[in-house]
């Protein structure tokens, strides 16, 4: 599926029950794994009382929940309008949550301000945010540069940009085998997202043409957040042929 908007709006009703960062929920390796995503970017960010921070493609608000323990009011996208609708009837439905057009405008009283946006054709206030965080957006964008200097235009100087993308060398294997699914045409677009991947060269790249300096950059996965596979796997990283392999990059970059 080609337009990612269309797939959220549908689908957003699912997605807050499948990411439970509940006790109960978090019983579940993969939610696990997400909520220490979520407390790394939180970390990396090094968020302080009073700065303008956004999440692009805030999703249901799992992450806008944390930032908002530090500082409010705080700022979220999203393609879809009924992901938007979900942050405010579901997971941040005891906070004043406005969905607006335009961020800059003030907006007192509000804990959290969203609006509709496309990365792609963003529309968001130029040079207006000290921080900007985004999980799991980019693998959804086919034109990363755009993406890159999109971010940029919208933070101020020195501002920091923290985010996660999905590394091409998993050891989940997926994104090799469906880059070739993809590749021989067998991807179903009418039910399935078309997604991106990238390696640590090309993302590191990347950032450097989009006016970014690297200051942060982890590697995870879902069997390194075990605390014994975790380590075993840290281990086989160390064989030169193993040392590409990670699911997820976590990547704090400053704008200059």
């Known amino acids: 599926m080609r337009n990612p908007q269309e ?31 979520i407390e790394s970017i939180i970390k990396l960010a090094s968020i302080k009382p009073g700065e303008r921070v956004i999440e692009v493609g805030c999703g249901t608000g799992l992450v806008l929940r944390e930032v908002l323990k530090i500082t409010k009011p705080i700022y979220g996208t999203d393609i879809s309008s009924e992901m938007l609708q979900r942050v405010k009837d579901s997971v941040l439905k005891d ?17 959290v301000l ?19 965080l985004s999980m799991e ?56 997202l078309v997604q991106y991947f990238v390696t640590e060269r090309s993302i590191r790249k990347e950032l450097s043409r989009a006016n970014f300096s690297m200051i942060a950059f982890e590697r995870t996965g879902l069997l390194l957040s075990n605390q014994f596979i975790g380590q075993l796997v840290e281990k086989l990283s160390k064989i030169p042929i193993l040392n590409h392999f990670s699911d997820t990059f976590i990547i704090a970059a400053q704008a200059s």
């Open 114 to 132: 969203l609006a509709q946006d496309d990365l792609l054709k963003s529309k968001l206030p130029h040079k207006f945010f000290d921080k900007v």
């Open 7 to 37: 797939y959220y709006n549908t689908h957003s009703q699912g997605y807050v029950q499948k990411w439970d960062l509940s006790p109960e929920g978090l019983k579940r390796p993969r939610n696990y794994y997400r909520l220490k995503i």
């Open 95 to 111: 906070k004043k949550v406005s969905i607006v057009n335009d961020l800059s405008e003030p907006n007192p009283g509000s804990d």
């Open 137 to 192: 957006v980019l693998r959804y964008n086919d034109d990363l540069p755009r993406c890159l200097g999109n971010i940029h235009a919208i933070m101020k100087e020195g501002g920091i940009f923290v985010f996660t993308v999905t590394n091409l060398f998993s050891f989940s294997l997926f994104p090799i085998k469906y880059s070739l699914r993809k590749l021989f045409n067998k991807i179903d677009q009418d039910k399935e």
